[in-house]
């Protein structure tokens, strides 16, 4: 069975240092989806792509983080520096084109971040 | 914007037993899709049901059912003969389709265990 798989599954940096995620999403979907979920909450948009493009970043703090999808298939999630308030897990999620009548997004199992 | 409210932060259920999980939303939108999904865990979420906001049939899978009040803006999980692999968090999501942004906006979870 198709899925999301993210990498690295854990990772532990210090602050100001800079980091990175990678996500590969099911194969064929255009739309892929960058959240943010802080422990014992519920997962928070930061970026969302169609195809190569960047369909909502408005909720990525642009000044330390940036997501690139350049060929339309991968992605990376960049942080630079990381701050303390960065722990926590980023999840990777796919669907087919927007509109398309598919409207479940499909999940990885997410990269958990911890700055110290 | 949306806004998702799970107020049940945790829940217990006897194994067998049926267990219901309360969610609420605000939008102004009348196309919209509503979901429940699980995570395990650390395991990836994944899609439980699925309920458009144009049908009024309540959405049911196997042992999951949903009981959609659109007026009422609530959107509750009813898990029956509930099993140990149920134990898990369990949120809530909103998705417009609106200008077709297809973006997801969860609750905060509501953290479910089946007891044996």
């Known amino acids: 069975e198709a899925e999301v798989a993210q990498s690295p599954r854990y990772k532990i940096t210090e602050k100001s240092q800079a980091v990175a995620f990678w996500c590969d999403p099911i194969?064929?979907?255009?739309?892929l989806y960058w959240y943010r979920q802080i422990l014992g909450q519920g997962p928070e948009l930061l970026v969302q792509?169609?195809?190569?493009?960047?369909?909502?970043d408005s909720q990525l703090p642009k000044d330390r983080f940036s997501a690139e999808r350049l060929k339309g298939v991968d992605s990376t999630l960049k942080i630079q520096p990381a701050e303390l308030g960065d722990s926590a897990m980023y999840l990777c999620?796919?669907?087919?084109?927007?509109?398309?009548?598919?409207?479940?997004?499909?999940f990885g199992q997410g990269t958990r971040l911890t700055v110290v | 914007a949306q806004t998702v409210t799970q107020s049940q932060p945790e829940m217990s259920v006897q194994e067998a037993e049926t267990v219901t999980l309360s969610c609420t939303y605000d939008?102004?939108?009348?196309?919209?899709?509503l979901f429940w999904y699980k995570q395990p865990p650390s395991r990836q979420m994944i899609l439980v049901i699925r309920?458009?906001?144009?049908?009024?049939q309540n959405a049911t899978e196997n042992r999951f059912s949903v009981n959609f009040q659109k007026a009422a803006k609530s959107f509750s999980l009813k898990i029956s003969d509930s099993q140990l692999g149920d134990t898990a968090m369990y949120f809530c999501?909103?998705?417009?389709?609106?200008?077709?942004?297809?973006?997801?906006?969860f609750g905060k979870g509501t953290k479910l265990s089946v007891i044996p």
């Open positions: 999620a796919s669907s087919p084109t927007l509109g398309s009548g598919s409207t479940e997004a499909f």
């Open positions: 194969s064929g979907h255009a739309t």
């Open positions: 792509f169609q195809d190569e493009s960047v369909v909502d």
């Open positions: 939008t102004s939108e009348s196309n919209y899709y």
């Open positions: 309920q458009e906001a144009y049908k009024q």
């Open positions: 999501a909103f998705m417009s389709s609106g200008a077709g942004s297809y973006q997801l906006t």
